[in-house]
């Protein structure tokens, strides 16, 4: 997904347009990182207003994530849509545009000399994409903060202590006694 600045076409009127389906292992995700289940497919716009390159699109995939509650891995799909731009800049490092006026966020990028790599950008705007917080399902019960049994499966002993609040107070009141 390499594209010579020269060869992308000026103004969105006469925009490149793709389509794109890249495993996993092209975009460098590894599975003790963010496990990527299935290719991530999508489709882009491209076009330059001078300098400043302009990509419009979306992608779908899947990944494996853990359940904030329980633990156990959900497949979760992933699908966004991408309006980002990319700025030339001499330092690898500097996200700014030449202008000083763009600050970096997740839709600035830059490109380094007279070509632009895809492949990154594509990368982390599926890493951004991830929801912070996973549910296997809407009404998971977790797991037990003592003892650590999956409680979607079955009740443990400590549980059935923990949500009687008479034996709460009768076993603080034997705690400070003994
Ligand atoms: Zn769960
Ligand atoms: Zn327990």
Redesign the pocket.
Known sequence: MNYLILDIPEGPASAFNATFSESPESLGFFENELHVTSNVDGKFSLWREREILMFSGDFSTTVNLQ?C??L?LVEQPLHNAMELRCFPTSDPLVDLSPTGEVFPDDTVYSYLGDSVNLKPIIREQVVLSVPPYI???PD?K?LCVKCGQDL?IDLCACFTIQTDPRFEKLESLKRRLG
């Open positions: 359940c509650r329980c156990v549910y296997c399902r998971c977790g979607n």
